[in-house]
C-alpha cells in the first residue's frame, strides 16, 4: 500500500470505529526546517479544536510489518486520551490584551524555512529568524504552544518590532538563562582541556533555548569575563560557547558543528550549520564567512 493509499484509508476505518457524524479530515502541517508531516483531524459539531494526530509514523509502522488493526486501536486510544468534548475558549487569539502575556519567541533557521516563515511574522537575527508564539495552560489542552500567524498580527494591530519587543521581555522572564561547563552537563568528572573550557548555554526548560542568543547582556557579561568567544548552534534547544583564549579554530569548530548537524541531531531540531564569533572589544555577535571575516548584523543581539 501506497502512502497516498494510506492516507486515504486511515480516515474511513477511523469513521468506522466511531459513533455520530464527526468530519475527518487529513491536513498536511509544516514544521520546523521543511519537515512536512500529515495530521488526522477528528472534530465534531459543536467543537473548535481537536488533537492532533500525526500518521507519517504509523504508516512507517505499518511498512514494518505492524497490523492496520492494531494501528487503528493506537490511533483512537490516542484521539480518546485527548478529545476535548467541550469548546475552546478563541478569545485569546482575537484579543491582544489576553495574549501578550502569553507571547514567547524562538529561534530557526531562515535559509531551511523559507515556506514556513511566508506565513508567520519574524525578525532577521544573523542566518536565523525569531518567530512567535502562544504558549497556552488549559485545563482542556494542558500546556500547548501555537505559531503566531500574519493574521494573527493584522488582527492585534501590532508590527512584528513591537512583538519582538514583548516576546523577548515574556521569554526571559518566564524561562530564563542556564550557563553550564560542559563538562559539569555531559558529568565528565576529569574532562579533556577543551571541554573544560567551554559552556552550554540554553533556557532553564532546556527547550527552545537558542533563544537566549538575543540577550545581549549575558553575551556581554560572558565575554567580560572569557574574552572574545565562538558560538556554536548545537541545535533549536542549546548553543556552545567556546571562548577564543581556548585555542580552538574556526575550521575544526565549523567542521565540528556540520559533523553534529549531519549524525547527531533530528533533522527539525538543526538550528544553523553556521559558526558565530563574538568580538569583546566590539561587544557584538556576528557570523563567520571565512579566516578572519566576521559579518555583524546592523544591530545588536536583543535590539531593533
Sequence with gaps: MSYSDFLSLIPARVRERLEGDPMITV???????GLKLDSLLILYPGENICPTIYLNPYYEAWKSGVPLD???DEILDFYRAHHCPESFDLSLFHDFKKAESHIFLRLISRRANPELLS????????DLAAVFFLSVSDSLLGDSTVLIHKKHLELWGVSPEALYDLALENTRREYGVSLTPLAIAAGRADPPSFISSIFVFTNRAR???AACLLYDDVL???????GSFYVLPSSIHETILVPEKSGATPAFLSDMVHQVNENDVAPEEVLSDQIYYYRKDE??????LAPGCVRFPLRPAGRL
Design 27 to 33: 491536513r498536511p502541517i509544516l514544521k520546523n526546517n
Design 70 to 72: 492494531e494501528l487503528l
Design 119 to 126: 506565513d508567520f511574522p519574524h525578525v532577521p537575527f544573523l
Design 207 to 209: 527547550a527552545f533555548g
Design 220 to 226: 556581554r557579561d560572558f565575554s567580560d569575563r572569557h
Design 283 to 288: 561587544k557584538r555577535l556576528g557570523m563567520i
